[in-house]
């Protein structure tokens, strides 16, 4: 004969709570991992600056100058290549955009005399005593004045620097084919989003591009985002400049006569602005007149005649045009294509 005890097992309700428990002691751990990586990133960071400078300063100590562009996994190496002093320069980890960081890689700006340099990357999870979004920067003599600093896009180009009143612009027209995620732009098709315009008013070659022959259609220049003031595909540290940011421009470059409103549409203002903007001009600010491409993404026109400058309020523009000294102010559709200069945040 057998006999059977009863035994106890867990009701429902018992087994819903431990595995309730146990998910949320799995999601704090997954939690507390990704905070672990994500300051690891960070640490390795901090220190491929530290080593990336500690080579810049043993070049210059042998040159008495800064390398003018340093690339991830190139070397830093003697003009002549026979003496290495980093012999190959560390990428930014990934992911790169960790918490409010851009999927950029490591920024490095060298000054026009190359006697000053400014090194750095943003923080995903913060360090030490800087907080999560912070740019941690190094550099032999504090950030570079605007006009000394160099600026290089995601692509390795490099554009020089401006001050014009209070505000630091590129002092050339943006020409990266690269958006800032490191997808590449549709280029030099019918309805790309980035194009090149040659001097006969037609789809040009990369060459007229590197010239600052570029144009860009609205869209692909705020990068999905509707807020002025957005990056867009600007360089890390600078954005596409709001309507406000560009008639803060033109007034300061305004002589004072006729009328110069922010309030104005399709109507050329801001006397002596245009031509200070222009090539040759006394702000510096170097418009190359670039032309457009309508919004049916195939027709170029008024290359040498005008250049329109994107914002990012809008899609509203500011234009300048060879045979006037005024700017003009509109918004147009997202849907054509013009040039792009950014400000520095």
């Known amino acids: 004969m057998f006999f059977y005890k009863n035994k106890k097992a867990f009701t429902l309700i018992e087994l819903l709570v431990v595995i309730a428990i146990i998910g949320v002691l799995s999601t704090m751990a997954i939690i507390a991992l990704g905070n672990a990586r994500a ?81 750095g990357s943003c923080l995903g999870s913060g360090s030490g005593n800087m907080s999560a979004g912070a740019f941690f920067t190094s550099n032999n003599s504090g950030p570079l004045a605007c006009g000394q600093a160099t600026v290089v896009d995601i692509d390795g180009n490099s554009y020089n620097t401006v001050q014009i009143g209070t505000q630091c612009w590129i002092k050339e027209n943006l020409r990266t084919k690269t958006k800032p995620n490191g997808t590449a732009m549709t280029n030099l098709v019918d309805g790309s989003e980035r194009d090149c315009i040659s001097a006969a008013n037609a789809r040009g070659t990369e060459a007229d591009c590197d010239a600052g022959y570029t144009l860009y259609t609205g869209v692909v220049v705020m990068n999905g985002s ?29 002589d004072g006569t006729g009328s110069c409103s922010n309030s104005r549409s399709y109507s050329w203002e801001c006397s002596s602005a245009g031509t200070k903007l222009k090539i040759g001009g006394t702000s510096g600010f170097q418009g190359v007149l670039t032309g457009a491409r309508m919004s049916n993404g195939s027709t170029l026109a008024e290359r040498t005649l005008s250049s329109y400058f994107w914002s990012s309020s809008g899609f509203k523009t500011r234009a300048i045009y060879t045979s006037l000294t005024t700017t003009d102010r509109r918004a147009y559709s997202s849907a054509f294509s013009f040039s792009l200069r950014c400000i520095k945040d």
């Open 39 to 119: 300051k690891a990133r960070d640490a390795k960071r901090v220190a491929d600056i530290k080593q990336i400078s500690t080579a810049l300063e043993l070049y210059y100590s042998d040159y008495n100058s800064y390398p003018t562009i340093i690339t991830p996994g190139n070397s830093i190496s003697s003009p002549d290549g026979t003496k290495v002093y980093m012999a190959n320069i560390p990428n930014n980890p990934t992911p790169r955009n960790d918490g409010n960081c851009g999927n950029v890689d490591y920024s490095y700006q060298s000054s026009l005399t190359g006697t000053n340099y400014s090194l």
């Open 226 to 254: 509707a807020t002025p003031g957005a990056r867009g595909i600007c360089p890390a540290g600078w954005h596409v400049p709001t309507d406000e940011e560009q008639y803060t421009l033109e007034s300061y470059l305004w």
